[in-house]
């Protein structure tokens, strides 16, 4: 999470949306930077509502959190995790199994190399939708513009922390089928992201 009392906003660091990359393009415009690990780089507004209280809503600043396609993040995490640095921990390793494995996994909570959250989670708790201004990760590039209104310089997002790619000729519609997977899409059609 990074914030800004002068700019009036706190930006959320959704896992697998670039928030590294905004983290790094902002880190010289934010004076707040919690971020020496990653239970508190990646606070949800929930969890940052339990810290700070109403701190950032009493000075007026907005919220914003990237989003992603739950699947996209997903595959995003897959590749994450078939890193050669992470081959050697072969309980989070993903290096010798299929993606639709991965995500089979991941619907099912079988093994620790799928406990991960989507972006979506990220954004709820049980069924209530975090308060926040949300962008498509599709749209980073006019949240780069939206941000640099606000802050009145123009910035650069540094491609950072970006996995090697995959084959993404994964069967979306059989891993529809997977009801976590199903339930997941649901509430990220309810989310009200920003396009563009």
Same mark, same amino acid.
């Given at each position: 999470?990074?914030?800004?009392?002068?700019?009036?906003? =706190?930006?959320?660091? +959704?896992?697998?949306?670039?928030?590294?990359?905004?983290?790094?393009?902002?880190?010289?415009?934010? &004076?707040?930077?919690?971020?020496?690990?990653?239970? %508190?780089?990646? $606070?949800?507004?929930?969890? @940052?509502?339990? *810290?700070?209280?109403?701190?950032?809503?009493?000075?007026?600043? +907005?919220?914003?959190? =990237?989003?992603?396609?739950? *699947?996209?993040? $997903?595959? !995003?995490?897959?590749?994450?995790?078939?890193?050669?640095?992470?081959?050697?921990? !072969?309980?989070?390793?993903?290096?010798?199994?299929?993606?639709?494995?991965?995500?089979?996994?991941?619907?099912?909570?079988?093994?620790?190399?799928?406990?991960?959250?989507?972006?979506?989670?990220?954004?709820? +708790? #049980?069924?209530?939708? @975090?308060?926040?201004?949300? %962008?498509?990760?599709? @749209? $980073?590039?006019?949240?780069?513009? %939206?941000?640099?209104?606000?802050?009145?310089?123009?910035?650069?997002?540094?491609?950072? +922390?970006?996995?090697?790619?995959?084959? #993404?000729?994964?069967?979306?519609?059989?891993?529809?089928?997977?009801?976590?997977?199903?339930?997941?899409? &649901?509430?990220?059609?309810?989310?009200?992201?920003?396009?563009?």
């Amino acid at each position: 999470m990074i914030a800004s009392f002068d700019h009036r906003l =706190v930006v959320l660091c +959704n896992p697998k949306t670039a928030t590294t990359s905004l983290e790094s393009a902002l880190k010289n415009h934010f &004076e707040i930077k919690v971020s020496k690990s990653p239970k %508190w780089k990646h $606070l949800t507004y929930f969890r @940052a509502r339990d *810290l700070f209280g109403d701190l950032f809503d009493r000075a007026g600043c +907005n919220y914003v959190t =990237v989003v992603r396609d739950p *699947l996209d993040t $997903l595959n !995003s995490w897959y590749r994450y995790r078939s890193r050669d640095k992470v081959a050697d921990d !072969s309980r989070k390793s993903t290096r010798d199994i299929s993606f639709e494995q991965f995500v089979s996994e991941w619907a099912d909570g079988s093994t620790p190399r799928a406990r991960v959250r989507t972006s979506v989670e990220f954004c709820y +708790n #049980d069924d209530v939708l @975090a308060h926040s201004i949300y %962008w498509h990760y599709e @749209a $980073l590039p006019q949240l780069t513009d %939206w941000i640099s209104d606000r802050i009145g310089e123009k910035l650069e997002l540094p491609r950072l +922390n970006v996995s090697k790619r995959a084959d #993404d000729g994964f069967d979306r519609d059989a891993m529809m089928k997977l009801p976590r997977v199903a339930a997941c899409y &649901e509430l990220f059609e309810k989310i009200p992201a920003k396009r563009g």
